[in-house]
Each structure stands twice: as structure tokens, then as C-alpha cells.
């Protein structure tokens, strides 16, 4: 009686571990946003090895130089902040602001500009930091008109670039991941204005 006693004791701290441990992993597997769906795809952990990644690329490309970082707002901010610590060089900052998706799940395809640089980067080494590049219409335009400003020079960071769903291309130097063209929300990208918050990056389903 005793041998079975421990054995249904033995059994039931098994399920209880398993329910208690295994079943919060899945609470971050999937995630709601603006009443649509979307899946884990790109981890937080993931997220932040390449960023170290591509912060140390950045480090010895500018070891002896004082570039300046321009975040394309709103989405780039979380890599932006995340990107510049882990690059760890003498640097300035600033932002752009424009818009291509407006509140929907594809690019409209017409890019507008909302925000400018507030300083002179004639003659500055630049690094533009954008969280996702799709059509390249947005990037296309922002170099544009930043080599309007006559910089040094200019380089080009993004979190995501989707390569199948290029229409112009642009030259990107330091790329996080490349993806399929998937909707994707998390890590400052948004669906709606909303998903921005998430610590990991997910896919619409």
C-alpha cells in the first residue's frame, strides 16, 4: 500500500511541475493585437544576441569616427536605443519621421515625411536605424533626402529586411534578420499604433 501511496505522490508532483513550469512558456507563444493574431517568431533573446551582433560590427567600422545615428521613428526606437549601446562609439543622435503603412498591414506605397533631422550633418558620417525593410520605397526616400544634406557618409542598419518583397533596391549594411513577407508586429513595430510594447517579435497568423 505504501509502495503505491508514493507512487501516486511521485506522479502527481510530475503533472504538478508540468503544469505549473511548462504551461507559462506557452502564454508568450502567441499574442493579440487589435483583435488580430499573431505568433512568436523572433525571440527576445535572439533579438538581443544580434543586436550585440551587429553593435560590435558597428564598433569596428567606426572605431576612430563620430557618427550620427538617425532613428526612423516611430518603429526603430527599441533596436535604436538597443543598437547604439551595444555599438558603444562616440556618437550623436537624431531622428526622422515618416510613414508608408499608415494603420494597415501593407505598405500604401506613398511615403510621407513628418519629422527632419533638427541639426546639420553636412560632412557627418551617418548611420540610418530602421526597424523593417519591405518595398525599400521608404529607405529609398529617406536616403534621398538625406544625401540632399550632403553627410560624409551614409550606412544603413535595419532589425528586419524582407528580401522577396524588395521593389527597389537599396544598399543595407547591417542587416538583424532577414524574413518572408510576413506582417509583423513586437520590439517597437506596431499594428495599428498598437504591439510596440512586446519584448519579442511576432508574426500575423
Known amino acids: 500500500m505504501k509502495k503505491y501511496v508514493i507512487t501516486f505522490f511521485s506522479f502527481s508532483l510530475m503533472l504538478f511541475a508540468l503544469v505549473t513550469f511548462a504551461a507559462p512558456q506557452d502564454i508568450h507563444c502567441s499574442c493579440t493585437v487589435n483583435q488580430k493574431e499573431f505568433a512568436e517568431f523572433i525571440s527576445q533573446e535572439k533579438l538581443d544576441a544580434r543586436v550585440q551582433d551587429l553593435g560590435r560590427a558597428i564598433r569596428i567600422d567606426y572605431a576612430d569616427r563620430s557618427p550620427i545615428f538617425i532613428g526612423v521613428l516611430n518603429g526603430s526606437f ?12 562616440d556618437c550623436e543622435i537624431d531622428f526622422i519621421q515618416i510613414s508608408s503603412y499608415g494603420d494597415h498591414t501593407k505598405s500604401s506605397g506613398t511615403v ?9 550633418i553636412a560632412v557627418r558620417d551617418i548611420i540610418i536605424v530602421e526597424d523593417i525593410i519591405d518595398s525599400g520605397l521608404s529607405m529609398d526616400f529617406i536616403i534621398k533626402h538625406i544625401t540632399a544634406l550632403n553627410p560624409a557618409s551614409i550606412k544603413i542598419a535595419t532589425l528586419l529586411y524582407k528580401k522577396d518583397a524588395i521593389k527597389i533596391h537599396v544598399p543595407v549594411d547591417y542587416i ?5 513577407s510576413d506582417f509583423v508586429v513586437g520590439y517597437g513595430l506596431d499594428y495599428a499604433q498598437k504591439g510596440r510594447h512586446l519584448g519579442a517579435i511576432y508574426k500575423a497568423l
Not at 538583424?176 to 518572408?180: L, M, V
Open 78 to 89: 527599441m533596436f535604436f536605443a538597443d543598437l547604439v549601446r551595444a555599438a558603444g562609439v
Open 112 to 120: 510621407r515625411m513628418s519629422k527632419d533631422v533638427s541639426r546639420s
Open 176 to 180: 538583424g534578420f532577414e524574413i518572408a
